[in-house]
Every structure is written in C-alpha cells, then in structure tokens.
C-alpha cells in the first residue's frame, strides 16, 4: 500500500518540475529584437567563415565554373595558390574568363572550344541534319571529354580539365589556327593547337609544351584520356547501335574492332588510328608519323531497350600515354570529325576507310573492287534508286550462268528420276548396295545433287558482300525512292502503337515485297528439287526441309529486315524478281529435257573416269557393305 501511494507522489513531482521548466523556457524566451539580432550575427559570422574558407582554398575550385579574376591577388593568396597547384598557379591570376568559350567557323565545321581544359566543347557539321532534320552534332553538351594527366617535378598530379586556357584565334594562309595555352609563366606553357583548313573534316591538332622541361615529371607517364558518348542520329537507334562500334589501326596496317554487341574493353600496341564510328558519323584520332606505343580501349553499350527514347548509343574511352622528348611534350595529331564516307576517308592515305565494315575477307575485296566504284559510276547520272535496280540488273545477268547451270542439274535429276527410283526398288533390301547403284548411274549421266548445289555456294559471296555495301553506303544516307524518304532507313508505310519483338514498332513495305519474290522464287525452284530429290535411310529427310525452307526464309526476310536499310530490301526484291524472270526463260526457251535425255544416253555409253574422290566413296561404301554382310554371317551363327 504504501509502495502505491509512493508512485502517485513521484509522479505528481515529475509533472510538477516539467510545468517549472516550462514556466521559467517561457519567461526567458528571446523578444523580436533579441532575435533579429541573433539571426544578423549568425550570417555575420557565416559569411567570415566563408571569406575565410575561400582565402584557404586560394580562389581555386575544380568545378564547372570558374570565376573571371579581374583583381590583383596579394601575396598570401599567391603564396596559396603556389602551394595548392605549385607551377601552374601562374594560369590562374590571369584575367581569362575561363567559363566562357571561343567559337570559329569554317565551310564544314563550326566550332566551340572550352577555355576551361581547352578542348572542343561543340562540334556542328554544318552539311548534314539528322532524321529529325536537326543539326548532325559530334560533339555536344558535355558528351566529350579531352584531358591530358600530368605529374609535377614537386610531386603533384593534375589535369588540364581544372585550368583555364588562354586562347587565341589567327590566320595561317587560307587555313584558320586556335591557340589553347595552359601558361606557367609568359614564355612556359602547354598548348593546344588546332589547324582547320577550308572544307576539310582532318584538323590537324598538337599537343606541344614549351620552357616545362623542369616541371614535368618524366618518370611519370603523360597520359591522354579521350572520352566520348556518340550521339544519336538515325531513326533506328538499334539499327544504327549495329554500325557503331570502336575500330583502330594496328601494327603497321591491321585492323581490330571492339564488340559490336556488348561492353568490351582491350590493349593496343603500335595504335596508328583509332575511330569512334557512329555508323554514317566517325570521330577518329590519328597517330600520324609516331604510333601510340599503348592505347587502353573500353566501348560501353549505352541502349538498353530500344523503345526508350535514347539519345546515345555507345560510350568509347581511350587512355593513352605520351612519351617525352627532351622532358617536353611534342605530338602531332589528327582529329576527324565527319561522315564515314569511303570517298572522303581515302583521300587521307592513312587507311582509315578500313573502319568502315565493308566485310570481311573476300566479301570485303569484292565491296572495295566492285561493287563501291560500280555504285558510285551508276549514282554519278541516275537517281540513287534507279542506280541500285540498274546494279542489280547487272549483277544477275553476269550470275545467270549459275542459274543456267542449277536449271541444268535439276533438269538431269528430273530425267534420270524413274531409274533412280527402279533402282532403289530392286535393292530396298540392300540400302547400301542401292546407295551405289545411284551414285554410278549419277556419274555415267555427269548428273549429281552436288551439282546443283556448288553453283549456288557461288553466289554467297556476292550476296554477303552486297548485304554489307548496303547499310554503309554513306551515298544512300537520306536519298528517297518512291515512299522511302532514306534508303539507308527503313521504309515505314504504318506505324504501329506498340511494339514488336525483333520486329519493331513500324510496317516496312520494302520487306514485304522481297518476302513475298523470295516465296515465288524458292517455291518454283526448291519446289522441284522436292520432286526429285531422294529420300536415304539414315539421311535427313531433304524433301521436309526444303518444304519448311520455302516459309522459314520469307518469315526471316519479313521479320529481320524490317529496320534495314530500305535499299537494300529493294535489291532483294529486284533481285528474286529478275531470278523469276531468268528461270522461266532457261526453263521455257532454253533448256530442252529432250535434248539433255539424249545428251545423258551419250554420256552413259562413254567410259567415265572416276575422280580420287569417288574411288575413295567406292572404296568406303565397299568395306562398309562387306563389314555389314560378316556381322549379319556372325549373327546367323
């Protein structure tokens, strides 16, 4: 009881010293006066610190914004700046306004360099627009980055993005010079200097120093680290991220590429160019006389759904480390900004039009000999679509023979059909045996499947090479044909509010209609190889096959080439169209099965000569027929 009444005391005194407290925070609380008067001494007292902090970090900041210093700095605020940058602090007491930037033009560029870093901060090309028909921008809204890492004989390390250059603009003939200097004193500095020469995309850029000899570190490498996000330009951003990718110059003239598809990153040695190609654009780096010994290399995939609106398709880096030469910096570059156009890449005579993907191997020795120099003869005095149905007119004539000679073959299979099938039915107990029955009565008529499948294995090359010259060919960037406006785009007739899986959210008629030549095409030709094609115990049913081939490759031609370039759907189209056309003149007016029958029975009576070959497959089919008869002799036992 008496525990209880000791609780209710102790909390009426607890509540009694809390009303105290109240009472007296209430009585002792500031008036309006009192307050305002603390309020100014707080920010009195904030912005001393303020003023203080700044004199101890000596007027120097590393962000975006510097401040123009138009006053005279006094000897502790030197004194500040030597010990934060040592040399360098010189670059900083000069009046530049290193926030602002230095424009100039020329007939193909126009340009905006950075005072601060003293790199390009905007490159326009004034000749092209994108699909939007805005203005095609290499560089733009900080998506480059060119610095240079330095180390200091006092043991520091900096970077030329947190200095102020001191610009200048002048004339050296014709051709326009920019001056970037990043000054340790009047006579000491590390300059930037851009050459543009009239209606050129190669300006001519060196990194030079003068009088640093005693401030650099030499045993500390010099590095150069270019960054840069490659800006959309094409409808297609995942048809266009296809022919972005990184491609350098090694070695004395090979080529390499980073992955196409997904993020990479790889060492170079002896690097003579590297290229930052954005599929009909290319910002490339050029080495010229001395190859850059090292070159760190990264590609970052920067389209993670193509339904998103993305404005960049690929993010390259490239860290690069200079030699020194005498303890100074002495490199002569070059810097394209400009179309992936094989025409204007050749003209440099450095090899950089092996960035563009013309294919590889013979496909693309095919591309560079024939197919570029016909297509730029053709698009000299016709219009860019009639130029690519007059090539391919010229490509199915010259290929007609290898038509003719497929027709021939299924025109022999399709004689020697009703023996062939005598002879399977007189040894359908023996498959081996009919196997070669079949295969002599081939020969002696110079008949085979093969036939008529190595002629076709002919026009792969051609077809591949072609498959490659399409899409790259700068010359058909925004050239309309009848309803496509860009034949280096997709052809859009509909577009569709939602979106398809790898088919996209558009209908592209030029796809449809090779789809639908190809179905015609393969039906009358695949059709009749069905006819007389064999079917072989143990073999793949061909037949089946070539059924399910006649639908599968529409089906992949409808679907895949959708968000291709429109010409080169019009080729294909063109192209199955006039391989109809050929067929039924070979069939109708040229091939006589009469004929051809009579040619057969000639060529049976003739003594045939084996091949090595076919001894062999004779050789090989008998050792199996007679291992097949011992083990069904040792069964029976």
């Given at each position: 009881?008496?525990?209880?009444?000791?609780?209710?005391?102790?909390?009426?005194?607890?509540?009694?010293?809390?009303?105290?407290?109240?009472?007296?925070?209430?009585?002792?609380?500031?008036?309006?006066?009192?307050?305002?008067?603390?309020?100014?001494?707080?920010?009195?007292?904030?912005?001393?610190?303020?003023?203080?902090?700044?004199?101890?970090?000596?007027?120097?900041?590393?962000?975006?914004?510097?401040?123009?210093?138009?006053?005279?700095?006094?000897?502790?605020?030197?004194?500040?700046?030597?010990?934060?940058?040592?040399?360098?602090?010189?670059?900083?007491?000069?009046?530049?306004?290193?926030n602002k930037q230095t424009t100039v033009e020329t007939e193909v560029f126009e340009l905006k360099f950075n005072n601060k870093g003293g790199h390009l901060a905007e490159v326009k090309l004034k000749n092209f627009v994108d699909y939007d028909s805005v203005p095609v921008y290499m560089v733009k809204d900080n998506n480059?980055?060119?610095?240079?890492?330095?180390?200091?004989?006092?043991?520091?390390?900096?970077?030329?993005?947190?200095?102020?250059?001191?610009p200048s603009v002048s004339k050296s003939g014709e051709n326009t010079v920019v001056s970037m200097k990043l000054k340790v004193s009047e006579t000491a500095y590390l300059e930037y200097r851009y050459e543009l020469k009239p209606k050129d995309y190669m300006?001519?850029?060196?990194?030079?120093?003068?009088?640093l000899n005693g401030v650099f570190n030499t045993s500390q490498p010099i590095e150069l680290d270019w960054k840069q996000k490659n800006i959309r330009h094409s409808k297609s951003i995942s048809y266009e991220n296809r022919y972005t990718r990184l491609t350098y110059m090694y070695d004395d003239g090979k080529v390499d590429k980073l992955s196409q598809a997904s993020d990479d990153d790889e060492t170079a040695e002896d690097v003579e160019w590297l290229s930052y190609r954005q599929h009909f654009f290319s910002s490339i780096l050029v080495a010229n006389d001395i190859p850059f010994k090292k070159a760190?290399?990264?590609?970052?995939?920067?389209?993670?759904?193509?339904e998103i609106d993305t404005l960049y398709t690929?993010?390259?880096?490239?860290?690069?480390?200079?030699?020194?030469?005498?303890?100074?910096?002495?490199?002569?570059?070059g810097l394209y900004y400009g179309p992936t156009d094989n025409t204007t890449l050749k003209q440099y005579d450095k090899g950089l039009e092996e960035s563009?993907?013309?294919?590889?191997?013979?496909?693309?020795?095919?591309?560079?000999?024939?197919?570029?120099?016909?297509?730029?003869?053709?698009?000299?005095?016709?219009?860019?679509?009639?130029?690519?149905?007059v090539m391919t007119i010229l490509v199915k004539i010259v290929l007609s023979f290898v038509q003719y000679k497929q027709f021939l073959s299924q025109a022999k299979m399709k004689i020697l059909k009703p023996e062939l099938d005598a002879v399977r039915e007189k040894y359908k107990d023996n498959k081996l045996k009919a196997q070669q029955e079949t295969m002599a009565i081939q020969s002696r008529a110079g008949a085979s499947p093969l036939s008529g499948c190595l002629p076709g294995l002919m026009q792969i090359p051609v077809f591949y090479a072609l498959f490659m010259f399409f899409p790259t060919a700068?010359?058909?960037?925004?050239?309309?044909?009848?309803?496509?406006?860009?034949?280096?785009?997709?052809?859009?007739?509909?577009?569709l509010p939602f979106h398809i899986p790898l088919y996209g959210d558009h209908v592209a008629l030029f796809p449809i209609l090779a789809a639908i030549a190809i179905f015609f095409y393969m039906r009358m030709t695949t059709g009749q190889q069905m006819a007389n094609q064999p079917t072989?115990?143990?073999?793949?049913?061909?037949?089946?096959?070539?059924?399910?081939?006649?639908?599968?490759?529409?089906?992949?031609?409808?679907?895949?080439?959708?968000?291709?370039?429109?010409?080169?759907?019009?080729?294909?189209?063109?192209?199955?169209?006039?391989?109809?056309?050929?067929?039924?003149?070979?069939?109708?007016?040229?091939?006589?099965?009469?004929?051809?029958?009579?040619?057969?029975?000639?060529?049976?009576?003739?003594?045939?000569?084996?091949?090595?070959?076919?001894?062999?497959?004779?050789?090989?089919?008998?050792?199996a027929e007679q291992q097949k008869q011992a083990q069904q002799k040792g069964r029976k036992k």
């Open positions: 009881m008496e525990e209880k009444k000791f609780d209710v005391k102790s909390i009426i005194g607890f509540v009694l010293i809390f009303g105290i407290l109240l009472y007296i925070m209430y009585q002792n609380q500031p008036t309006p006066e009192e307050l305002e008067a603390q309020k100014k001494a707080e920010q009195e007292q904030v912005e001393a610190e303020t003023m203080q902090s700044k004199q101890n970090e000596s007027l120097i900041t590393t962000s975006a914004d510097y401040t123009t210093q138009t006053q005279v700095l006094d000897s502790t605020q030197k004194a500040a700046l030597q010990n934060k940058v040592g040399d360098f602090a010189y670059a900083l007491t000069l009046p530049s306004a290193a480059s980055a060119f610095n240079i890492q330095f180390g200091t004989s006092d043991n520091r390390t900096l970077n030329t993005q947190d200095f102020p250059f001191e300006i001519d850029f060196s990194i030079k120093s003068q009088g760190a290399l990264t590609s970052l995939d920067l389209v993670e759904d193509e690929k993010l390259y880096t490239s860290k690069i480390p200079l030699a020194y030469s005498g303890g100074e910096v002495n490199r002569n570059l563009i993907p013309f294919g590889w191997g013979i496909f693309g020795w095919i591309n560079k000999v024939l197919f570029i120099p016909l297509f730029g003869f053709l698009s000299g005095f016709l219009p860019y679509g009639i130029a690519i149905i700068f010359e058909l960037r925004q050239k309309g044909f009848l309803w496509a406006d860009d034949l280096s785009s997709y052809d859009s007739i509909l577009d072989q115990e143990g073999m793949p049913d061909m037949a089946k096959m070539m059924k399910y081939m006649i639908y599968f490759s529409p089906i992949l031609m409808l679907i895949f080439f959708n968000n291709y370039a429109s010409g080169l759907s019009l080729y294909y189209f063109i192209s199955n169209l006039i391989s109809i056309g050929i067929m039924l003149v070979i069939k109708n007016y040229i091939i006589d099965e009469d004929k051809v029958l009579a040619k057969i029975e000639v060529s049976k009576t003739k003594p045939k000569k084996q091949s090595k070959f076919q001894k062999k497959m004779a050789e090989m089919m008998e050792q």
